[in-house]
């Protein structure tokens, strides 16, 4: 039985590039590929807590690893050659406390 790893994803990084005419923020991605990062469908709990709490759908829930330092908040997500969103709040553990290499969820939905 081999070890547990995650996949590559991408994630698109936002930059603000400056303002348009309304005064609204105006942002470049940048994707990044983040390696090791584990997928697993969204449960019946995950999704129905979502659909109340959000509004949205969650298709997957991916854990990303302890030494990870990027924003993952209202991210597009590159899975599988299809693209996502995160959103919610991401739940973040105590490293110590928690024994394999991942210690944060994040929920994504379909993105068009």
Same mark, same amino acid.
């Given at each position: 039985? %081999?070890? /547990?790893?995650?996949? =590559?994803? /991408? &994630?698109?990084?936002?930059?603000?590039?400056?303002?348009? +005419?309304?005064? +609204? $923020?105006?942002?470049?991605?940048? $994707?990044?590929?983040?390696?090791?990062?584990?997928?697993? $469908?969204?449960?019946?709990?995950?999704? &129905?807590?979502?659909?109340?709490?959000?509004?949205?759908?969650?298709?997957? #829930? /991916?854990?990303? $690893?302890?030494? +990870? #330092?990027?924003?993952? #908040?209202?991210?597009?997500?590159? &899975?599988?050659?299809?693209?996502?969103? =995160?959103?919610?709040? %991401? &739940?973040? %553990?105590? +490293?110590? /406390?928690?024994?394999?290499?991942?210690?944060?969820?994040?929920?994504?939905?379909?993105?068009?």
């Amino acid at each position: 039985m %081999g070890k /547990l790893r995650g996949i =590559t994803v /991408l &994630l698109y990084e936002k930059t603000l590039t400056g303002h348009d +005419d309304f005064g +609204d $923020p105006v942002y470049t991605e940048t $994707p990044v590929a983040v390696d090791n990062v584990l997928v697993a $469908p969204a449960s019946d709990t995950e999704v &129905l807590t979502a659909s109340n709490l959000y509004g949205k759908k969650a298709i997957y #829930t /991916l854990g990303i $690893p302890k030494n +990870d #330092t990027h924003d993952w #908040t209202d991210r597009r997500v590159g &899975l599988w050659g299809k693209m996502y969103k =995160t959103f919610g709040a %991401g &739940l973040e %553990g105590i +490293d110590d /406390l928690i024994p394999l290499q991942w210690n944060k969820k994040v929920m994504v939905m379909h993105y068009e």
